[in-house]
């Protein structure tokens, strides 16, 4: 079994000692050692670390019996203590990080611009960026991706339960890869802004309008290279470019069920629609097959009352479906 104490900074035999005491209370370290087939002193020197976060308790008049602590109680306890360590661990690194930009010099021109090699060195600075986004976070997704394919951005959920502000501009044919749309679609639900454009050339992140990360080229194929540009009118420009390209997006939303008898999957596909999406890519998307898609948008145009997609895009707008 994994180590289930391991988020909370314990080792794999603090987990399995708790787990054994929590299936045979009044256990003795030579019981435990027995069981677990581990010398009895290493035992001891565990059972202590479990004593010093309250996971167990020595029962009184025996030094040498033990029993596990309820995990509702304990294991909620410790993952609070954590969480605690953790914000204050955020909050001394962005001290200390004011510290020494305070005392190093002035940026030069050329310092602007950084390159970011290899997968594992790109990966480690998207999340550093919007792990450390304050305010907002603005994204181009458009393949060919990093890893071949998208990849869920756990660091999205977290910046957006903090409260930063997300908005993702998506290349709708890079959509139709296998879960892609189930992937934006969560994180809209979480509360991103996201709008969709037929083609889109470029990628790239921009985090508080104060750092970009971007490909060395938006022509060639993934290479595994990016450029980190810090404040600078190059950055302005790459700001108003995404704004731009905003402007110009259709917006994708998961909205409140209304009265018109209208299912959260029918406002999902006319989404869809209304961003160009094919047939074939709307049922891969929803799970169903495309006649099923044909004969429900047919559904949704009478009810509109469009003799057309494009119709039925406008109405369903106007109405507040989208």
């Known amino acids: ?15 399995d000692l708790y787990l054994d005491l929590l299936s045979h209370p009044r256990s003795t370290p030579t019981d435990l050692a027995a069981r677990q087939d581990l010398p009895v002193a290493r035992v001891r020197k565990a059972l202590q670390r479990l004593l010093d976060t309250g996971l167990a308790a020595r029962l009184v008049g025996s030094r040498n019996s033990y029993v596990a602590a309820p995990p509702e ?36 021109s050329s310092e602007l611009i950084q390159l970011v090699e290899g997968p594992e060195a790109v990966s480690h600075h998207l ?38 502000s997300y908005r993702a501009l998506y290349d709708a044919p890079g959509l139709h890869e296998a879960g892609h749309v189930d ?62 390209l905003w402007a110009q997006a259709t917006p994708i939303g998961v909205t409140a069920t209304t009265s018109e008898g209208v299912s959260d999957q029918d406002r999902r596909l006319l989404s869809m629609l209304a961003s160009g999406f094919k047939d074939r890519a709307i049922a891969r998307a929803l799970g169903v097959t ?30 507040g479906w989208l």
Not at 1 to 15: D, T
């Open 290 to 319: 495309e006649r099923t898609v044909g004969r429900r948008i047919q559904e949704l145009m009478a009810q509109l009352h469009a003799t057309t997609r494009f119709q039925a895009g406008l109405s369903a707008a106007r109405r």
């Open 183 to 244: 992937q934006m679609m969560e994180c809209v639900a979480a509360g991103e802004q996201a709008r969709t454009l037929p083609s889109i050339r470029m990628k790239m992140i921009i985090a508080d309008r104060d750092l970009a990360l971007l490909p060395i080229s938006f022509s060639a194929g993934e290479t595994g290279t990016r450029i980190l540009v810090h404040a600078s009118p190059l950055l302005d420009a790459l700001v108003l470019c995404f704004e731009s």
């Open 1 to 15: 079994m994994p180590s289930l104490l391991e988020p909370v900074g314990l080792a794999q035999i603090h987990s």
């Open 127 to 164: 999340a550093r960026m919007q792990l450390g986004a304050r305010e907002e976070v603005l994204i181009i997704d458009s393949p060919p991706y990093l890893y071949g394919r998208p990849v869920a951005n756990a660091e999205e959920m977290q910046a957006l339960a903090r409260g930063v």
């Open 73 to 108: 109680i304990a294991v909620d306890a410790l993952v609070l203590r954590r969480s605690k360590q953790l914000e204050q661990l955020r909050i001394d690194a962005h001290e200390l990080a004011l510290r020494v930009r305070s005392v190093l010099p002035p940026a030069e």
